[in-house]
């Protein structure tokens, strides 16, 4: 039986989005999603075997956010569990900075 190996999201910290066995690529939920080339990396459609991913030697998805979004969902289950929920940045609501010997500006 081929080593079931997990790969992780590019653009959120130690979040799993799914993992490689042999050569195929499934989610989360166990669903076979594409193919996958052991020699190579590449992600490729099931049905025409073009490349619409990679998984990089450090196990992270290689590609188009929405090509990933698509064929790895993420549930709000596996986002509770690895701690990463939804929500915006925390830069997103920090007050600019701002000199004392400056004005504020005027809204």
Partial sequence: MAERSPFFS????????GYVEGNDAFDLLGNRRCNYS??????LELDS???VGH???AGYFVGASWIANE????SDTNAALTGQINEPAAAAYA?????SDEPAAAD
Avoid: M
């Fill in 10 to 17: 590019a653009k959120t910290d130690n979040q799993k989005i």
């Fill in 95 to 99: 007050a600019p900075a701002t000199s």
């Fill in 71 to 74: 064929l790895f969902p993420q």
């Fill in 38 to 43: 052991l020699n190579t990396g590449n992600l």
């Fill in 49 to 51: 075997g073009r490349i």
């Fill in 55 to 57: 998984v990089s030697l």
